[in-house]
């Protein structure tokens, strides 16, 4: 195993590309790399692109959606399970995992287009890593960007369970 250029671990052993978490506002909080061979964007296009597309994607959901009669406030966030909303799409060379939370809190998640259903493996990101080693830090300003070392070693340390 090898460090990639965002402190975390290349190798056979993870399918993960990277992780992105925003805040509600589109501030993206943490960006997370395993594995990204190409990168043609500054990290801050990226992210905005990245940002754009998940903004995208749920208003197309919710405008497409046949039994939801009430549309809410564009770009508000939504309770687990309420409205219409996607949670991955594949292309031929990755795949993006999606999961808001009732915070508003998005966590973005490209792999491997091969990876399964990754919902049980996000929440289990948020609830026990990004809220054990970030929000839980007395020295964390929520809804900031973080550099914590902690999070990133248990995430690496999970995400590797996942391969």
Known sequence: ?????????VGSATRMRCLYLFNRQGVCLH????????????????????????????????KMDPVG??????????LQGQGCSFH???TDTYKLSF???????????ITDPKMGDLR?????????IYV?????NPLYTPDMPFKCE???????NYVKTLS
């Not at 090898?2 to 975390?8: C, L, S």
């Not at 009669?69 to 939504?78: D, E």
């Not at 054990?132 to 839980?136: D, S």
């Not at 902690?150 to 690496?156: E, I, K, P, S, V």
């Open 69 to 78: 009669g009430g549309k809410g406030q564009l770009g508000a966030a939504q």
């Open 31 to 62: 960006y997370h790399v395993w594995l990204r061979p190409v990168s043609v964007l500054s990290r801050q296009e990226d992210q905005k692109l990245i940002f754009g597309l998940l903004f995208s994607l749920k208003l197309f959901t919710a």
């Open 120 to 128: 049980e493996a996000m929440k289990h990101i948020y609830s026990s």
């Open 150 to 156: 902690l999070f990133n070693q248990n995430l690496d």
């Open 99 to 109: 999961m808001e939370t009732p915070t508003g809190l998005k966590l973005v998640l």
């Open 88 to 90: 991955s799409f594949r």
């Open 132 to 136: 054990e080693y970030v929000v839980k």
């Open 1 to 9: 195993m090898q460090a990639g250029p965002g402190g975390g671990v």
